[in-house]
Nanobody, 121 residues
Framework: QVQLVESGGGLVQPGGSLRLSCAAS????????MGWYRQAPGNQRELVAL???????NYADSVKGRFTISRDNAKNTGYLQMNSLKPEDTAIYYC???????????????WGPGTQVTVSS
């Protein structure tokens, strides 16, 4: 079993920055992919950014050039650096981890509880 804890959300003015963290713990043998998703009221959950075990990344068009995803494998922690924030970035941000279980050696996906990001003047 794996648990995820997100942190770093909050209220920020347009043009500001936030850094989200996702700490994973539990029966982790290795983490294959780490991703950030977001969901605004009335909208579907959408992909923001992905980072693979190779280091390759994938971003939504709406955040390219502004957001940067990274990971610290030794700490089983992922990050999302968000710069030049816009009001339309307001949403609940969720961390997702695709990992190999250390006991069963099975691949499973986990979601964090989410953290609120509000961009408003």
């Amino acid at each position: 079993q794996v648990q995820l804890v997100e942190s770093g959300g909050g209220l920020v003015q347009p043009g500001g920055s936030l850094r989200l963290s996702c700490a994973a713990s539990g029966s982790i043998f290795s983490i294959y992919t780490m991703g950030w998703y977001r969901q605004a009221p009335g909208n579907q959950r959408e992909l923001v950014a992905l980072i693979f075990n190779s280091g390759s990344t994938n971003y939504a068009d709406s955040v390219k050039g502004r957001f940067t995803i990274s990971r610290d494998n030794a700490k089983n922690t992922g990050y999302l650096q968000m710069n030049s924030l816009k009001p339309e970035d307001t949403a609940i941000y969720y961390c997702n981890v695709d990992s190999i279980d250390s006991i069963e050696l099975t691949r499973r996906s986990y979601w964090g509880p989410g953290t609120q990001v509000t961009v408003s003047s």
